[in-house]
């Protein structure tokens, strides 16, 4: 594996194909601030998030994990003209990094975020019939993957596109004797997924500046 070539062929195409954006700088720099792990997506990524919200025409977008927003803020770009996003944090400490972060780009009206444990914020949701969202972008707790996906399923409709990220952890998810909570937590996603008939579902292997993994796509089916 050669990490060096991979961020630097990263940092060449963000260069290329990415528009500098002061808003989403100023979100890196304030989580960085903050000791939050700089664990979010690349600016690459991100902009595969936003041009996918763009495609779907998504008006309304549920993120499960928003660490310091940096995430939130590229689907916000994605956003139809009055859409929304409902964004889920466990940490306090995340969360009010992320909501200074939404106030200083100027998109505190557009982003809901709900404080505490996904798996408490996702029924309430579903309570409250909330949705359904157009986009769904998972990248929490790998532990629970399954369960997030069953959730989001109930607040999507037929088209919504569920994208889950950090799926293929370093290769490992083929290691069925992994004791890693992470791995472990994604076999049971891909498990649960392959007697899912609701479900189109692939997955795609990237490197780059995170290194070596991959996200999978989902679309609820008609």
């Known amino acids: 594996m050669d990490q060096d070539r991979w961020t630097r062929v990263d940092e060449y ?3 290329m194909l990415v528009p500098n954006d002061e808003a989403l700088l100023e979100a890196l720099a304030a989580s960085a601030a903050a000791g939050l792990p700089a664990i979010q997506v690349s600016p690459t990524q991100g902009r595969f998030l936003e041009l996918l919200g763009r495609a779907l025409g998504a008006r309304d977008i549920l993120e499960i994990g928003t660490l310091g927003g940096y995430s939130t803020l590229w689907l916000a770009r994605g956003l139809t003209s009055g859409g929304h996003i409902t964004t889920l944090e466990s940490d306090q400490r995340h969360a009010r990094v992320a909501q200074d972060n939404f106030a200083r780009a100027g998109f505190r009206p557009t982003i809901s975020l709900r404080l505490g444990p996904a798996l408490e914020t996702l029924p309430a949701l579903v309570k409250e019939k909330a949705g359904p969202f157009d986009l769904v972008f998972i990248d929490a707790d790998k532990s629970n993957l399954r369960e997030y996906v069953q959730w989001a399923m109930k607040l999507s409709r037929p088209g919504t596109m569920i994208v889950v990220d950090n799926v293929i952890r370093d290769g490992e998810v083929v290691n069925a004797d ?3 909570p992470s791995v472990i937590g994604v076999r ?6 392959a007697g899912e008939t609701r479900i189109a579902a692939t997955a ?3 490197v780059g500046s995170k290194g070596y993994d991959g996200f999978a796509l989902l679309m609820l089916k008609n």
């Open 204 to 206: 795609l292997q990237t």
């Open 13 to 15: 195409l963000a260069a």
């Open 178 to 180: 992994s004791t890693d």
């Open 188 to 193: 049971r996603m891909y498990e649960y997924l």
